[in-house]
């Protein structure tokens, strides 16, 4: 025999009562069964809501009585016709004018006593008891109703009864030793002993099913709901949550109490005592495996891995009571403990300070004044002289349990989970794990569960792993960077298990987004025009508020408002990978604050293409610095511009022809004077200087200009290139007077003794930088242990594809720290 139990969405419908019906018939081919049923989907909420204003003296509770009838007579109307209906409809009748009656005097009294509540809340199961298996009997399946008050034994608590299992096994032994045909049981109430009605609790079906198994010792406990059974989380929050086939009776109940709604926590206990298997099906999809809870699971089926599932409760207040009257005092836990269970006020999770000065409970928000109130009244003496501080309550939190039976003895649970928080930014405000260690509790910001529940879901369960990208610019470097990804975004998934998922694209105009990933081969059609959250501003706004873990913030603008946001970014515990040089070589001030905040947050900030495009110079500068290596001077070339112009300058030729050739080829800006300045050249001295530790600002550093100071203003583009050849004689002269000394001119920088400074330089020909060809960077890197053969490094050093091949490769580096 099985006790198959149906919830209220599974009977939601006519049509979902017929395929409970197939269900119930399939399952009679195999032996006996005892349905238990919940009330039809939305029923007990309406019940409770018309009670609650028919008490406030709201005269509306009749329209809901009215869609309660409606619902009923309508579902009948469906399935049954003829004489059958009519017996149908004057048994639906006869409820519901019970049920008017007994709200209609609540309104009346202007009172709603427990008692009455609980009397009201019994019509949903009723009812629906008595269509199940009327229709059961249409299907020509033997059937009868029975009212679980006559099986069931609780106290007088009405809303939320204890049951007293032995009268209970007593009766439902008597009346359900022998039976004919399908018995179909209310679920969630019960009686008191002197026969009032009783109810037990939200989600007390569950419980009637497991009592009525236990007492009559039944094979299995087959409980049917609208999903497939325990995932490892809520499928509705993390994306990634996986079914579990088997899972142990306390994982089932420490699952439930924390959160899961899949099963009441009290179901488990009366199986568990008396070693009955509980299966959660989908009454939606009969043929999907579901969940097998039972003491030992099978051998082929063991679990490897230390975590089971996670669960949360998205709404719980702390509330801490502490004080230096509290050290060493004994009695003071059991007497706040005894003082709400008299209130009957449920705490949810308990953690105490070994220094014993303080407790912290969470429970409830519905009941956390109350709870305040209380406790405040019960320890009136010790607030009175401040060996107690007033009570203080938190809100706005919620509570995630990481479950498993495999976290016992399994050493460094604890310091993966919180290292994956830490990453991520979630700042974890109160923790407790019992000695059987197969739960951790920790309590945090309720804007945090989602992003909380999918990082530590990752970093226990998958394989693979997911960072999140937010690109901001368009241009080319982001066109270039968008393409390389979508090229090897499978292979990342195949080789390094990791997925890099582009969720945001926006410039001035346009934006797209898509948490589950933009499609970036199609990205551009995606685009549309920003109605609202315009700016950088707005951007950033709508990322902070998406809260995803592993965010990481792709800069391929050259904004300086985009650049002043990444302290706030990073603060965020947002990592940045920028190609946009305007934070590094910006103002001292804005450079210490992207610093400061990087060291404050556990985001990561990476911008080795602001100096060398894909070029490694950044990091081994860093590489240097760590290790301990003294640097003693910096040279370089880091204009691929001015390098093709002066490598072209050693093979013979003018001027001011090769920068008209370089400007053909797209070499330079539009107005070759926005290379020719050396500017962004200094920029990027200035990042190498500042990456030493020294002090500096943009005009600290020294920067000859090649634009001759009658060439610079509003002159036309086309008018400076004709003047250009005004200079072509001083650059043979200079050529020639290198020649003759054994050596060539460049446009090169140098870093010594905290002086950066850049212009035109005569280097001997065996200098590395006197062999550069066609638009080659290079930096040499002379050092206490690269003295006499210094440190090289040399390659193109601009271009969107090279620039966006680098900026990949820091999203990959901060992928690797955040996974």
Same mark, same amino acid.
Request: aromatic residues 6%; negative net charge; glycine residues 8%.
């Given at each position: 025999?099985?006790?198959?139990?149906?919830?209220?969405?599974?009977?939601?419908?006519?049509?979902?009562?017929?395929?409970?019906?197939?269900?119930?018939?399939?399952?009679?081919?195999?032996? #006996?069964?005892?349905?238990?049923?919940?009330?039809?989907?939305?029923?007990?909420?309406?019940?409770?809501?018309?009670?609650?204003?028919?008490?406030?003296?709201?005269?509306?509770?009749?329209?809901?009585?009215?869609?309660?009838?409606?619902?009923?007579?309508?579902?009948?109307?469906?399935?049954?016709?003829?004489?059958?209906?009519?017996?149908?409809?004057?048994?639906?009748?006869?409820?519901?004018?019970?049920?008017?009656?007994?709200?209609?005097?609540?309104?009346?009294?202007?009172?709603?006593?427990?008692?009455?509540?609980?009397?009201?809340?019994?019509?949903?199961?009723?009812?629906?008891?008595?269509?199940?298996?009327?229709?059961?009997?249409?299907?020509?399946?033997?059937?009868?109703?029975?009212?679980?008050?006559?099986?069931?034994?609780?106290?007088?608590?009405?809303?939320?009864?204890?049951?007293?299992?032995?009268?209970?096994?007593?009766?439902?032994?008597?009346?359900?030793?022998?039976?004919?045909?399908?018995?179909?049981?209310?679920?969630?109430?019960?009686?008191?002993?002197?026969?009032?009605?009783?109810?037990?609790?939200?989600?007390?079906?569950?419980?009637?099913?497991?009592?009525?198994?236990?007492?009559?010792?039944?094979?299995?406990?087959?409980?049917?709901?609208?999903?497939?059974?325990?995932?490892?989380?809520?499928?509705?929050?993390?994306?990634?949550?996986?079914?579990?086939?088997?899972?142990?009776?306390?994982?089932?109940?420490?699952?439930?109490?924390?959160?899961?709604?899949?099963?009441?926590?009290?179901?488990?206990?009366?199986?568990?005592?008396?070693?009955?298997?509980?299966?959660?099906?989908?009454?939606?999809?009969?043929?999907?495996?579901?969940?097998?809870?039972?003491?030992?699971?099978?051998?082929?089926?063991?679990?490897?891995?230390?975590?089971?599932?996670?669960?949360?409760?998205?709404?719980?207040?702390?509330?801490?009571?502490?004080?230096?009257?509290?050290?060493?005092?004994?009695?003071?836990?059991?007497?706040?403990?005894?003082?709400?269970?008299?209130?009957?006020?449920?705490?949810?999770?308990?953690?105490?300070?070994?220094?014993?000065?303080?407790?912290?409970?969470?429970?409830?928000?519905?009941?956390?004044?109350?709870? #305040?109130?209380?406790?405040?009244?019960?320890?009136?003496?010790?607030?009175?002289?401040?060996?107690?501080?007033?009570?203080?309550?938190?809100?706005?939190?919620?509570?995630?349990?990481?479950?498993?039976?495999?976290?016992?003895?399994?050493?460094?649970?604890?310091?993966?989970?919180?290292?994956?928080?830490?990453?991520?930014?979630?700042?974890?405000?109160?923790?407790?794990?019992?000695?059987?260690?197969?739960?951790?509790?920790?309590?945090?910001?309720?804007?945090?569960?989602?992003?909380?529940?999918?990082?530590?879901?990752?970093?226990?369960?998958?394989?693979?792993?997911?960072?999140?990208?937010?690109?901001?610019?368009?241009?080319?470097?982001?066109?270039?960077?968008?393409?390389?990804?979508?090229?090897?975004?499978?292979?990342?998934?195949?080789?390094?298990?990791?997925?890099?998922?582009?969720?945001?694209?926006?410039?001035?105009?346009?934006?797209?987004?898509?948490?589950?990933?933009?499609?970036?081969?199609?990205?551009?059609?995606?685009?549309?025009?920003?109605?609202?959250?315009?700016?950088?501003?707005?951007?950033?706004?709508?990322?902070?508020? #998406?809260?995803?873990?592993?965010?990481?913030?792709?800069?391929?603008?050259?904004?300086?408002?985009?650049?002043?946001?990444?302290?706030?970014?990073?603060?965020?515990?947002?990592?940045?990978?920028?190609?946009?040089?305007?934070?590094?070589?910006?103002?001292?001030?804005?450079?210490?604050?992207?610093?400061?905040?990087?060291?404050?947050?556990?985001?990561?900030?990476?911008?080795?293409?602001?100096?060398?495009?894909?070029?490694?110079?950044?990091?081994?500068?860093?590489?240097?610095?760590?290790?301990?290596? #003294?640097?003693?001077?910096?040279?370089?070339?880091?204009?691929?511009?001015?390098?093709?112009?002066?490598?072209?300058?050693?093979?013979?030729?003018?001027?001011?022809?090769?920068?008209?050739?370089?400007?053909?080829?797209?070499?330079?800006?539009?107005?070759?004077?926005?290379?020719?300045?050396?500017?962004?050249?200094?920029?990027?001295?200035?990042?190498?200087?500042?990456?030493?530790?020294?002090?500096?600002?943009?005009?600290?550093?020294?920067?000859?200009?090649?634009?001759?100071?009658?060439?610079?203003?509003?002159?036309?583009?086309?008018?400076?290139?004709?003047?250009?050849?005004?200079?072509?004689?001083?650059?043979?002269?200079?050529?020639?007077?290198?020649?003759?000394?054994?050596?060539?001119?460049?446009?090169?920088?140098?870093?010594?003794?905290?002086?950066?400074?850049?212009?035109?330089?005569?280097?001997?020909?065996?200098?590395?930088?006197?062999?550069?060809?066609?638009?080659?960077?290079?930096?040499?890197?002379?050092?206490?242990?690269?003295?006499?053969?210094?440190?090289?490094?040399?390659?193109?050093?601009?271009?969107?594809?090279?620039?966006?091949?680098?900026?990949?490769?820091?999203?990959?580096?901060?992928?690797?720290?955040?996974?």
């Amino acid at each position: 025999m099985k006790i198959y139990k149906f919830g209220g969405t599974s009977l939601g419908t006519a049509g979902r009562i017929k395929k409970v019906a197939d269900i119930i018939a399939g399952a009679l081919d195999e032996g #006996k069964i005892i349905v238990v049923v919940s009330a039809i989907h939305r029923v007990t909420d309406l019940l409770l809501e018309s009670a609650t204003k028919a008490c406030s003296g709201d005269s509306s509770y009749r329209t809901i009585l009215d869609e309660l009838d409606h619902l009923h007579f309508s579902i009948a109307g469906e399935l049954f016709s003829g004489v059958s209906l009519d017996d149908v409809s004057e048994a639906i009748r006869t409820e519901l004018s019970s049920l008017t009656n007994i709200v209609q005097g609540i309104f009346l009294l202007k009172e709603l006593s427990e008692k009455s509540l609980a009397l009201v809340l019994s019509f949903g199961e009723r009812l629906s008891a008595r269509i199940v298996s009327r229709y059961l009997q249409e299907r020509l399946i033997a059937s009868f109703l029975l009212d679980a008050c006559d099986l069931i034994v609780t106290d007088a608590n009405y809303a939320d009864a204890r049951v007293d299992m032995y009268a209970s096994e007593l009766q439902i032994r008597k009346r359900l030793a022998v039976f004919d045909g399908v018995p179909v049981v209310t679920g969630f109430i019960a009686a008191a002993p002197d026969g009032s009605v009783t109810t037990l609790g939200r989600g007390g079906s569950d419980y009637t099913a497991s009592i009525l198994g236990a007492a009559l010792n039944v094979l299995e406990i087959w409980i049917w709901t609208d999903v497939d059974g325990f995932f490892s989380a809520d499928p509705k929050r993390v994306r990634d949550a996986q079914i579990l086939p088997y899972i142990s009776y306390s994982e089932a109940m420490e699952l439930s109490h924390a959160g899961a709604r899949v099963l009441h926590p009290l179901a488990v206990q009366p199986a568990m005592k008396a070693g009955i298997p509980v299966l959660i099906k989908n009454s939606f999809n009969p043929a999907a495996q579901g969940t097998r809870i039972e003491r030992v699971r099978p051998l082929e089926q063991n679990q490897p891995l230390p975590v089971t599932g996670l669960t949360s409760i998205n709404s719980v207040v702390l509330l801490n009571m502490s004080g230096s009257g509290m050290v060493g005092v004994p009695g003071i836990a059991s007497r706040l403990f005894s003082c709400l269970a008299r209130h009957r006020i449920n705490v949810i999770f308990i953690s105490q300070a070994s220094s014993e000065q303080s407790i912290t409970l969470a429970i409830n928000p519905v009941q956390a004044a109350k709870a #305040k109130t209380t406790l405040e009244e019960e320890f009136v003496g010790e607030i009175g002289s401040r060996q107690i501080e007033p009570l203080v309550i938190r809100r706005n939190l919620a509570m995630i349990a990481v479950v498993g039976n495999n976290m016992s003895g399994h050493p460094g649970v604890s310091a993966q989970l919180f290292e994956t928080l830490g990453k991520n930014g979630i700042n974890v405000i109160a923790v407790a794990q019992g000695a059987n260690e197969m739960n951790i509790s920790l309590v945090i910001d309720s804007h945090d569960e989602d992003k909380a529940l999918n990082c530590i879901h990752e970093s226990f369960f998958l394989s693979q792993r997911k960072v999140h990208l937010f690109i901001t610019g368009t241009g080319t470097i982001a066109k270039s960077l968008i393409a390389q990804i979508n090229a090897h975004r499978l292979n990342l998934q195949k080789d390094n298990d990791l997925d890099v998922v582009v969720c945001g694209i926006a410039n001035t105009g346009k934006i797209a987004l898509d948490d589950n990933g933009i499609n970036l081969q199609h990205w551009q059609e995606a685009l549309v025009p920003r109605v609202d959250h315009h700016g950088i501003g707005g951007y950033l706004q709508l990322i902070r508020g #998406k809260n995803l873990h592993n965010t990481i913030f792709v800069d391929c603008t050259a904004s300086s408002k985009v650049a002043e946001l990444y302290p706030e970014l990073l603060l965020a515990n947002i990592s940045v990978v920028t190609a946009n040089k305007l934070g590094m070589a910006g103002s001292w001030p804005l450079y210490r604050s992207i610093m400061d905040a990087q060291r404050k947050s556990n985001a990561r900030f990476l911008y080795e293409t602001n100096v060398g495009a894909g070029l490694p110079i950044i990091n081994t500068l860093n590489d240097l610095k760590n290790s301990g290596d #003294k640097i003693i001077s910096i040279e370089g070339v880091l204009s691929g511009t001015l390098s093709f112009i002066f490598n072209e300058l050693r093979k013979g030729g003018r001027f001011s022809d090769i920068v008209r050739r370089a400007k053909e080829a797209g070499y330079t800006e539009p107005d070759p004077r926005d290379d020719l300045s050396g500017a962004d050249f200094a920029r990027k001295f200035l990042i190498l200087g500042r990456e030493l530790g020294y002090t500096l600002e943009y005009g600290d550093v020294v920067c000859e200009s090649l634009v001759p100071p009658e060439y610079r203003g509003e002159m036309p583009v086309a008018e400076f290139l004709d003047c250009l050849s005004s200079v072509d004689e001083w650059y043979a002269h200079e050529t020639e007077k290198a020649t003759a000394a054994g050596m060539t001119i460049a446009y090169a920088g140098e870093i010594r003794d905290g002086k950066a400074s850049i212009g035109v330089k005569r280097v001997s020909l065996g200098s590395p930088i006197a062999g550069l060809s066609g638009s080659e960077n290079m930096v040499v890197f002379t050092t206490e242990r690269y003295r006499l053969t210094p440190l090289v490094v040399r390659g193109p050093g601009a271009g969107g594809e090279v620039t966006a091949g680098g900026v990949f490769a820091d999203i990959l580096r901060i992928a690797s720290y955040l996974v």
